[in-house]
């Protein structure tokens, strides 16, 4: 019996939709249960583990039967694997992920998440001179922007593009649009890096048209971030409103995929 095409999906501004979740995100995972499409949340956060992912949806009734990961998940992976003294900028509650390897003095590399309202001149140069002595930049996604309780704002990669610039160094990226991230959830659903697969995300540089840069299909979804007048001349494969919307895109690229 051949195996259905794996499908990663991504998680703010599809699954989780502010405070809530989508009205028929229960009914999408039935589907997807129900069709047995190997699949798997791909979130950009680094606000949260997948731990405190799958508690989130739990307390909104949604109990997650699929794998899950964060950038912040992979990113801790990589960095344990790779380095042994590291400088890390991410949430205080977070940090204590990292314990053993915290180095103030002489990091090998600096790694860059979300510090909210932290990014000042003083960390900036911090940053700075921590790269210009040596240290490599980790960085666990590069988004622009983000949209938390619907208002636009900043997000890391503004700031990390500014320390590549002054420091002539280019930032490792863990998350989405890494292929490396992509080939990171293929390998944890049993599948080759270089396997088709299908890619359903509100980012539509990051999640969908990076996706379609290493052979995905890509299903842009209108709940997030991106609106229809932002598409212009992008080619997402599809565009849907809502996860009900997907359930038969899905079956459509299933089916033509299985033929």
């Not at 249960?33 to 949340?41: G, R, V």
Request: proline letters at 4%.
């Amino acid at each position: 019996m051949k195996k259905n095409i794996p499908l990663l999906i991504d998680f703010d501004g599809v699954i989780k939709l502010g405070n809530k979740i989508a009205p028929d995100a229960i009914n999408f995972f039935t589907f997807i249960k129900k069709e047995s499409i190997p699949a798997c949340i791909l979130s950009n956060s680094t606000l949260r583990t997948s731990e405190l992912m799958k508690n989130f949806l739990l307390e909104r009734g949604l109990k997650l039967e699929i794998p899950a990961f964060t950038a912040f998940d992979v990113t801790l992976e990589y960095v344990k694997k790779h380095y042994s003294k590291v400088k890390v900028y991410c949430r205080d509650y977070l940090l204590h992920h990292f314990e053993g390897i915290i180095d103030e003095h002489k990091p090998e590399a600096v790694v860059i998440g979300d510090i909210g309202d932290r990014w000042n001149y003083e960390t900036m140069n911090e940053i700075f001179n921590y790269v210009m002595n040596g240290s490599e930049i980790i960085a666990m996604h590069k988004n622009k922007f983000w949209q938390p309780e619907g208002k636009i704002i900043l997000d890391a990669g503004a700031f990390i593009t500014a320390i590549e610039f002054a420091t002539g160094k280019q930032a490792i990226v863990i998350g989405k649009p890494s292929s490396l991230y992509f080939n990171t959830a293929l390998e944890k659903l049993g599948f080759s890096g270089n396997s088709k697969f299908i890619m359903i995300g509100d980012d539509l540089e990051n999640d969908v048209l990076a996706a379609q840069k290493i052979g995905a299909t890509g299903i842009l979804i209108l709940t997030g971030k991106t609106k229809p007048e932002d598409i212009k001349d992008s080619k997402p494969d599809f565009v849907v409103n809502s996860l009900s919307e997907a359930i038969p895109v899905l079956s459509e690229i299933i089916s033509n995929d299985s033929g």
